[in-house]
Every structure is written in C-alpha cells, then in structure tokens.
C-alpha cells in the first residue's frame, strides 16, 4: 500500500504496548561544575578528550511550553574522559533566545514549532503590528557540536552560531552567517577535508526566488578571534520552484564533488512569512509532496560548477549521510532514508510523552528510515547510452537508467539485510570518518528504532550486510561516534561512544564505552543525573590536538 499523504492514515507498522518514554522530553537543570562518575567495567587509557553533546534540555519557559522537540533550549554535555576516569558537565547555552526567555518568562523568540507569546507589555495596536513582522531567526544551537578553522561551535539551522569553548562549555561569540556571505542560514552537518576546510549548505532568499548556496570555510585562522572571514559562496542553485524550496538536514560529500539530495519535503515560505498572521510555525510551514522526484544536484568542489546532468529518484526523505565516495566513474552516495517525508512534524513534544495505545499510533504511522545506496555515473556525454542500466559496479544492485540528454534516473540498493527490518530501521549514522570520509568504507555506525528514540546501538559491515547489535531491554542509546585507537590499522580499530538514557530510572544515565570490532562493551561511566535523550555530538581528541 502507497503512504497516504493524509497523517496518521497510514500505518507503516504495526507494533503494540511501547513503553512510554516521556523522561526523554523532561526539562533538567544544568551542571555547570565538572561531578564524578562511577565507572563499571574499563574505560580504555588511550581514550582522551572531551565526548560534546548538543540537544533540548529545557522545554517550557514559565507557563508557556514549547511544541516540537527540536524546539527546546540548547544544553550542552561534555565527558571528558582521561585515564579510564570520566567527569560530567553540562550547561545551557547562554544564547539570546535563552536569556531574553529567562528574563521576560514567556517564549519570546520563535522556534521551530512553536511562536513566540505576545508581550503582555505591549499595547493591543503594537501587539496587532507586531504580526506582520518576520520572525526572527533563533540562535538556539541546540543541534550539534561542530568545528570550523579549528573552533567549535555549536548550531542549529538559522544564521547564528556560537562558537564555544569545549573546556569550559561557555558561548565565546555569537556568530552571524550573513555578516559573511549572503545566506539566511546554514545547516548543522557541514563536512569537513582532512586539511581543515569546511563545505556546508545554506539557503538565501530574494526576489527572483529562493537559492541552495554551497558554502566553503578556509582551513585556518589569521587571528585568534576570527570566526568565518573568508567564507565564500561556492554556487547557488536556484529552488526549482521559487516559493517552495526543498527543506534539507544536510548533504553529502565526495573527494571532488559536494551532493545536494532536493528532496520533496518542502518549505512554504508564504507560510513562514505569514506565519504570525495566521499562527503558524515554520513546522506547519514543511511539508511533503510525493509526486515529486528527489534531484540530485552534483557541484564541482575545485570549480564550483553544477552539473548540466540532473540525477533523479522516486520521492525520499534523508536527514543523514553516511558518506560518499567515487569509485570508477562513479558517485557512491550512502544516505539514510525513508519512503515517507511526513515524519518531521510527529516528533513534536506531546506525541513523546504519550503513553499506550496513542503511543503506539505515533510509531506506527512514523516512516522507517533505511540505509540506501546510490550509484551516480559521472561521464554522461554524447555516447553513454540510453535506456539501460549504467551501473557496472560488481555485486551492486542500484540502478541508474539515462531518460533523456541531461537525465539519469536512479533506484537504491539497500545496504542491509531483513534483520534491520526487526530494529525498527537505523538512523543517527556514524562513520570512521577521519579516515574514511569521501572514500571506500566497510562499516557503519547507527541506533536501531523499535521506538520513537534510538533503543539500539547497530553496526552495519557492507561487506555481507551483516549487523552487530547492543540492546539492553529500557535503555536508549544516542548517536554512536567513533573513536579511533592510536596506530589503528583496522578500519573498526577504536571505540564508539554512545551517551545512554534512562527514561524509567532517576538518575542513571551512563556514557556506553563499545570495542567498535567486536561491538561488546568495555565499560560505562554513570552519571548520578537526568539528561534528555539528545541529537548530535563530537569528541574533542586530546591526542590529535595537543
């Protein structure tokens, strides 16, 4: 049976008695000052650096409770970990959609499901006016800790930043993208070369529509306090429809080509413009529209140039990457996805803290997201035949079919087997990507969803598509990374790192130590506090830093 687009109408699933995990979405206090862990088992010596966290850690602000979970305010975690020891720490980021909810007890500035609240202060006439204003762009960076020339940041999808101290936790600078470049923003996946540079994505908008700007930072610093001098837009695409460009998470890289994946998940600006108006949130502004295909755009990272060839699919929705890499004329692109874009807006607050049946409905009217592949071919000119599959890789299954001069269309291979089906799927994907970003790989890294979060560790090897699998019956792990061993040869010689929550016991979080080879566990350092299940997150290697 086809998705209907009408929510909650089709069931992808049909799973019963979920246990409710509404601890996930509860407000914590921060813990600013570094506390102790109790370490069961052993923490490898080798492993030094600070394990940075990002995710929602506050959701209500006095009375007034945010919507969606991408809306909470953004609590930032560090373990560092040192000689088999591990302390936590964890603070709100001092932002300024922070501070001035904190000092006026409302939401004052919108997030990304939920409006702003009038200001009792202002008159009916100002309060009235005040609707016809843009929303203003949140500095809430509560996605992902990122670095660029060397810094971290942390961001989520508007034009601010901050970049951040990882010691200490604390905002250094807010940092805003269009002082820089002409974009209204930028996502918080951006890929980054071995030398330092840094290629992300962001949107701009004007007059003759909206543009998809690819995004270059330099590798280093002039200064001490510089931030992104130097920034250039490497191209813009223009939104095949100028009102309606597509919402993307992310994009995906190759040793000489960026990937940006348009996907039929769409943005109404109209919506968002209006959005004061009529009430609406940049979250009601998304939506999906299978009747369109997903275009993949190649740009040239050397020249900036887009490819006259569009690469077409049938209609995905993709939040992650897992990598991308040519091989023998070819594009490699390993993204997760899922035949359904309608899954943004059921992660809001409410559906979390269900509990039974309502629960239940929720999971199984979610889409699964699966790891995919996609075979590019990246010589098309006048004699590449039409009509039939170009793909030759050996043992691959993707196909990529030329339909017309400047048009190839492809199908995926999946990259697992039947198991995965019974994890619920795997998203949050990692890889060694130190090493092996933009090239060949053999494994990756992922949590399974047999629920609304992460409830297993997963690691995939292509060769086979054989899985490993951690589960512990209660316990919800985060985002895997993988932290690679000194003088590591295998591809999987290292750890992963997973921060691990425990939704129906106080205070019993714990940071997951794996062997990444063997996919047991080493040992765990629990942390005698609540933490809220999070997004993404980096390690900061003591080893490779200095």
């Not at 373990?79 to 709100?92: A, L, P, W």
């Not at 699966?370 to 000119?381: G, T």
């Not at 933009?438 to 992922?446: K, S, V």
């Amino acid at each position: 049976a086809s998705p209907s687009t009408k929510q909650g109408n089709h069931h992808f699933t049909d799973v019963h008695g979920l246990p409710c995990i509404e601890k996930i979405v509860c407000s914590v206090e921060e813990t600013p000052e570094p506390i102790e862990t109790n370490i069961i088992g052993k923490i490898p010596n080798w492993i030094n650096g600070n394990f940075l966290r990002n995710g929602p850690g506050k959701f209500e602000i006095g009375n007034h409770k945010f919507n969606h979970w991408f809306d909470g305010m953004a609590l930032l975690h560090q373990f560092k970990i040192d000689n088999g020891q591990v302390t936590y720490k964890s603070r709100f980021l001092s932002s300024s959609s922070y501070q001035v909810n904190k000092e006026t007890s409302r939401i004052a500035v919108s997030e990304f499901g939920t409006l702003t609240m009038p200001d009792p202060c202002k008159n009916f006439f100002q309060r009235f006016l005040s609707r016809f204003e843009l929303p203003k762009p949140t500095d809430n960076g509560n996605v992902n800790f990122m670095t660029y020339k060397g810094d971290y940041y942390v961001s989520t999808e508007t034009n601010y930043m901050h970049k951040v101290d990882p010691e200490t936790l604390e905002s250094v600078k807010k940092v805003d993208w269009s002082k820089f470049i002409a974009v209204n923003g930028a996502t918080a996946h951006p890929h980054t070369e071995p030398d330092g540079t840094t290629y992300n994505m962001g949107n701009s908008y004007s007059p003759k529509g909206a543009h998809y700007n690819i995004i270059r930072v330099p590798p280093t610093k002039t200064n001490e306090d510089e931030t992104l001098e130097g920034a250039t837009v490497l191209c813009s695409i223009p939104s095949k429809d100028k009102s309606r460009p597509s919402y993307y998470h992310s994009f995906a890289m190759s040793e000489h080509y960026v990937v940006f994946i348009e996907q039929p998940v769409k943005l109404d600006l109209m919506k968002i413009v209006t959005g004061k108006l009529t009430g609406s949130s940049i979250s009601d502004s998304i939506y999906w529209d299978p009747k369109l295909n997903t275009i993949f755009h190649l740009i040239n990272k050397q020249t900036g140039t887009v490819s006259s060839v569009k690469y077409l699919a049938n209609p995905i929705c993709t939040l992650h990457q897992i990598n991308a890499y040519e091989q023998d004329g070819f594009l490699i692109v390993d993204m997760c996805a899922s035949d359904n874009g309608n899954a943004i807006n059921n992660y809001n607050v409410q559906n979390l803290r269900k509990s039974g049946e309502a629960l239940d409905e929720v999971y199984n009217t979610l889409s699964r997201n699966f790891p995919r592949r996609i075979v590019i071919p990246l010589n098309i000119d006048k004699n590449t035949p039409y009509d039939q599959n170009l793909n030759k890789l050996p043992g691959s299954t993707a196909t990529c079919i030329r339909t017309s001069k400047d048009k190839v269309f492809c199908t995926h291979e999946d990259l697992h087997g039947e198991e995965l089906h019974e994890y619920g799927g795997l998203e949050f994907p990692q890889i060694n990507y130190g090493q092996y970003n933009t090239r060949p790989y053999r494994y990756f890294y992922g949590c399974g969803f047999r629920h609304l979060v992460g409830d297993t560790l997963i690691k995939m090897d292509l060769q086979g598509k054989q899985m490993k699998v951690w589960e512990k019956p209660g316990l919800y792990p985060s985002e895997p990374i993988f932290v690679p061993s000194p003088n590591a040869t295998a591809e999987d010689g290292g750890v992963i790192l997973s921060v691990v929550i425990t939704p129906n016991k106080d205070k019993s979080t714990f940071l997951l130590v794996l062997d990444a080879q063997t996919f047991e566990e080493l040992g765990r350092a629990e942390v005698p506090v609540n933490i809220p299940y999070g997004f993404h997150g980096a390690f900061n290697n003591k080893l490779t830093h200095g």
